[in-house]
């Protein structure tokens, strides 16, 4: 009997190191070409219409949700199921601290008020409601520190020149630590946008 209960312990051990163990290698051997690979065969999407804005780093997003699958599934999740249109501005939990939504409806910000930001605690999930809006991205090692990172607001300012697109209901963005950011710019005709914001626990 002891026998057999040593057995079963040492099965369910080995099951467990090669489950991790093909956890870490799917990590380890993402490419910039077996991650697009990834993002277009777009499994994670699980139903989700919304298109992925083509700024993303691929490879971050790639290495990422493989390494916390849960929680970005139950992001998507919140994304895909949830009435945006009826939600009412305000936080709404998905996963804890592991994740969580907040949605604002306000007048966009003129460009000259605007600034550019990056997270290290937390990636952003980006997704314009209703409306339009610009938003800016450059690469943090172009970015010059404005104000050191505050760990209390999970954020850090910079100054910089960077790319601009226009964010619409069409698809969502996503900004990882290195992935300095300047969303909220107004776009004339479009006063007030209504917008998510999901933040996601960057796994380390």
Known sequence: ????FQFIQCLTLLT?????????????????????????AASWKNGLKLNLHPSTNELE????????????????TFLR???????????YPIDGDNAYASITEAPSKEFEQSGWESHKNYIDLQYVIRGQEKIGVI???????????????????????????IATPKEFFLFF??????????????????????????AN
């Open 16 to 40: 467990a190191i090669i489950l991790f163990s093909k956890i870490t290698y799917a990590q380890e051997t993402f490419t910039a070409k077996t991650a697009h690979k990834w993002v277009k």
């Open 1 to 4: 009997m002891k026998s057999k």
């Open 81 to 91: 199921e949830q009435d945006l249109e009826k939600l009412a501005p305000g936080k």
């Open 61 to 76: 997003f790639a290495k990422q949700y493989q390494a916390n699958k849960a929680v970005w599934d139950k992001a998507f």
């Open 177 to 202: 630590p290195a992935d300095v950011h300047r969303p909220n710019i107004k776009i004339e005709g479009y006063d007030v946008v209504k917008k998510l914001v999901i933040k996601i626990k960057v």
């Open 139 to 165: 690469p943090i090692e172009s970015a010059t520190v404005t104000s050191p990172y505050d760990a209390t607001k999970d954020g850090a300012k910079y100054s910089g020149e960077g790319k601009y697109y």
